[in-house]
């Protein structure tokens, strides 16, 4: 179903906006599995019409680990991601001030996991894309312009 709607939204639209957020705890970072890609990633997703890039970010932060901003995020960077769609592009918020209300979120149709790993220690499974951003944010690489 997922993969059917962002085929059909890539057709219907020029552009497509997402959010990603790195949801940290001192070194130590939030990643989700989902149902239909494997590995790690960080909780986000598209834009819907007429959502704001903060009303998509807390959405897919909720929806995908349970959590909720307990302050500003910080916008890192915007990326084309060219290798889903030549106009598709991402916004990484850094997100520091988050809470849970009691554990990350439980498995559901779209999440198979929702975990927090020290940064030096991810599993091996996690995207490249993933582990870039992570050593931009972290380590103070500069971010390129493609996810």
């Known amino acids: ?5 962002l ?3 890539r ?6 906006l997402g959010v990603r957020a790195m949801l940290l705890k001192e070194s130590h970072v939030v990643l989700v599995k989902h149902t239909y ?9 598209g834009v819907e019409t ?11 932060i909720r929806e995908e680990a349970g959590a909720a901003l307990t302050g500003p995020p910080e916008l890192f960077a915007v990326y ?9 592009h991402v916004a990484l918020y850094v ?4 809470e849970t209300r009691e554990k990350l979120a439980l498995p559901n ?20 894309a993933t582990r870039a951003r992570i050593r931009e944010v972290l380590g103070g690489e500069p971010p390129p312009a493609d996810w």
């Open 109 to 128: 149709r779209e999440i198979v996991a929702c975990e927090l790993f020290a940064a030096n220690a991810l599993p091996d499974d996690v995207s490249p």
């Open 11 to 16: 057709f219907r639209r020029a552009m497509t």
């Open 80 to 88: 084309r991601n060219a290798k889903a769609h030549p106009a598709d």
């Open 95 to 98: 997100c520091r001030d988050w």
């Open 50 to 60: 007429g959502e704001s890039l903060g009303e998509a970010l807390e959405r897919e």
């Open 7 to 9: 085929a059909y939204s």
């Open 37 to 45: 890609v494997p590995g790690w990633y960080f909780p986000g997703g």
């Open 1 to 5: 179903m997922q993969r059917g709607y």
